[in-house]
T-cell receptor, first 112, second 112 residues
Framework: GQNIDQPTEMTATEGAIVQINCTYQ??????LFWYQQHAGEAPTFLSY????GLEEKGRFSSFLSRSKGYSYLLLKELQMKDSASYLC?????????????FGRGTSLIVHP | EAQVTQNPRYLITVTGKKLTVTCSQN?????MSWYRQDPGLGLRQIYY???????DKGDVPEGYKVSRKEKRNFPLILESPSPNQTSLYFC???????????FGPGTRLTVT
């Protein structure tokens, strides 16, 4: 089975830094994805972590600790356009698919 | 342009009237999947396919069928739609197990 937990909603101020956490309990682990989804639109890929540590990509960074079943997405220099839902997804072996299972998403609201 | 297309984008139908939502990708991806997204529940996988003629159930397959006769197409079939299948549906494709998924624009289905 699998259990992926994220906070439901977060708010932050433009220009600030926000950290969105994701914890998971899965039977096996193959990698962890973060996606961004603006209201009414399709999810778009942000990052993929398979090894422990921090992956930095511009204003966005993603961290993974496999032993703790924990990841976070760090957004720096927040902009109004960063207001969106952020989806954590875990890829795990099983049924031969490895296709990721998604958490329920964290809705981030950025205030001026 | 690399993309995943879905049709129709919006559909209102009545209980019991069979319908098909088409999905097509032009990236020669092996993996394709269907998700439904409901408020508070996040993205849930319906069916997935690892290649032509290879499909398997996801987490919520009841009431749905799929086929993968060609690599680029992965239609979702609702033989007898019911109101609890009212949802936002996304098709996605990826090159491999460790690759990001590319999502279609979504199909908003209402069953009355």
């Amino acid at each position: 089975g699998q259990n992926i937990d994220q906070p439901t909603e977060m708010t932050a101020t433009e220009g600030a830094i926000v950290q969105i956490n994701c914890t998971y309990q899965t039977s096996g682990f193959n990698g962890l994805f973060w996606y961004q989804q603006h209201a009414g639109e399709a999810p778009t890929f942000l990052s993929y972590n398979v090894l422990d540590g921090l992956e930095e990509k511009g204003r966005f960074s993603s961290f993974l600790s496999r032993s703790k079943g924990y990841s976070y997405l760090l957004l720096k220099e927040l902009q109004m356009k960063d207001s969106a839902s952020y989806l954590c997804a875990v890829s795990q072996p099983g049924k031969g698919s490895y296709i990721p299972t998604f958490g329920r998403g964290t809705s981030l609201i950025v205030h001026p | 342009e690399a993309q995943v297309t879905q049709n129709p984008r919006y559909l209102i139908t009545v209980t019991g009237k069979k319908l098909t939502v088409t999905c097509s990708q032009n990236m020669n991806h092996e993996y394709m999947s269907w998700y439904r997204q409901d408020p508070g529940l996040g993205l849930r996988q319906i069916y997935y396919s690892m290649n032509v003629e290879v499909t398997d159930k996801g987490d919520v397959p009841e009431g749905y069928k799929v086929s993968r006769k060609e690599k680029r197409n992965f239609p979702l079939i609702l033989e007898s739609p019911s109101p609890n299948q009212t949802s936002l549906y996304f098709c996605a494709s990826s090159l491999s197990r460790q690759s990001e998924q590319y999502f279609g624009p979504g199909t908003r289905l209402t069953v009355t």
